[in-house]
């Protein structure tokens, strides 16, 4: 189970889908919805309808070369549609951030999952998490997201991260979190270039030494773009599909998609043939 303030997520009997809301103007994925948040509600509805599991919602775009926004800022965009889809769907949503204070609005308003890419830095962070019972993710990420693909170096890539992701583990479990809380994304994309993100695909079974649930996001990312051809990230469905499915075979129990409805299809067989039905 993964306790996420108050409710609780079988994880391992399926792959879960996480559904992504981006209301920001920048989305590397073309789907953003800036000032918009009826359109952005509808669009987590949809989601829901279609058979995501989990919703995110995110205000600051973390795309390459993406510049921080404010608190205020970030706020304005999320805590409507967090508020909004929390009287509509009944599915935990998760809040896409890097500031606790953020976070802690966001959970006001109906949030019960913090997705943190920079794995809680701020012990406030970490202290929300323990006061609220939220569940929390812990994403790896090589630098910032302005400058994160200028160079990106390891010795061993999956070594690298598994160590990182252990060591913000240990860090929100000594703060008082409980580990049934946590959860661990290695950061595809995050800081990696193609050799590194396929590497730590390759081997993504391996972080289930971690004791926690694996998250993983590939969808539409420009090293799909890179393998397949493809420039429009909104044609990558099929690439995207390919990876989904890699990881639902590897056990990993939370996948984080665009394209929900073609990704619970695929989860979906997947799934069936690893439990020989």
């Avoid at 879960?16 to 509600?41: E, K, Q, R, W, Y």
């Avoid at 090293?223 to 890699?246: H, K, N, S, Y």
Wanted: glycine share 12%.
């Amino acid at each position: 189970m993964w306790r996420c303030r108050g409710r609780e997520l079988t994880v391992g009997e399926r792959t879960l889908i996480m559904g992504i809301v981006n209301v920001t103007p920048d989305s590397f994925s073309g789907d953003g919805l800036l000032l918009d948040a009826d359109a952005a509600i509808k669009q987590g509805v949809q989601m829901v309808e279609d058979g995501a599991d989990i919703l995110d919602v995110g205000g600051e775009s973390t795309r390459p070369g993406s510049d921080p926004i404010s608190i205020g800022e970030e706020l304005g965009r999320v805590a409507p549609v967090i508020e909004g889809l929390a009287m509509q769907v009944d599915v935990p949503i998760s809040v896409d951030t890097r500031k606790a204070e953020v976070a802690r609005v966001a959970l006001e308003a109906g949030a019960a999952i913090v997705n943190d890419i920079s794995a809680g830095p701020d012990p406030a962070m970490f202290e929300l998490a323990r006061d609220s019972g939220a569940g929390l993710v812990l994403m790896h990420m090589q630098g910032e997201p302005k400058t994160m693909q200028a160079d990106p170096q390891y010795d061993d890539v999956v070594r690298e991260v598994r160590s990182f992701l252990a060591d913000r583990i240990g860090a929100a479990v000594a703060a008082g979190v409980a580990r049934g809380q946590l959860c661990a994304d290695p950061g595809i994309g995050f800081g990696k270039n193609i050799e590194h993100n396929l590497a730590l695909l390759h081997d993504i079974g391996s972080f289930h030494d971690l004791r926690v649930p694996i998250l993983v996001g590939t969808s539409r990312k420009r090293f799909i773009g890179e393998l397949t051809g493809v420039d429009d990230p909104q044609e990558r469905v099929e690439g995207t599909a390919a990876t989904v499915a890699w990881c639902a075979a590897q056990g990993v129990e939370i996948v984080r998609v665009h394209d929900v409805r073609e990704m619970v299809k695929v989860v979906r067989v997947v799934d069936a043939i690893g439990r020989g039905r």
